[in-house]
């Protein structure tokens, strides 16, 4: 099996809750040619057929029901991770100038002030004179 990149997954999602490709590229903001394309090369990674297309309905075979939980728990998962670190990373900077002459027994004190008030947030320290 090759990896499965997240947009291929997305398309099947949006295919199984669907029912439709033309209706899964509108809720993946993408043309029906690109969703199409995105699950036949889901398809040949995972070695399976997913979708039963036919003239008047569209449905997924026993594989495809069988994988989709799985994609679902992927791009959880990938969501989950995006979202673990979106506070870290859109944490405020605050920068804390203070003198090479600050007592510094005291400097703990003082940061732990800040985390107080400030929450989660990055430090800059900047020593001067």
Known sequence: MN???PAWLRSFAAIARAGSITRAAQQVH???SAV???LQQ???AVGAHLVERSTRALALTAQGLAFLPHAQALL???DDAHAAVRPVR???THRLGIS???MPDRLGELLGVLRDAAGPARLELLLGT
């Open 3 to 5: 990896d499965l990149d």
């Open 30 to 32: 993408r043309t029906q």
């Open 36 to 38: 199409s394309t995105q």
């Open 42 to 44: 889901l398809e040949a």
């Open 76 to 78: 959880r998962a990938q």
């Open 90 to 92: 859109e944490a405020a």
């Open 100 to 102: 090479e002459y600050f």
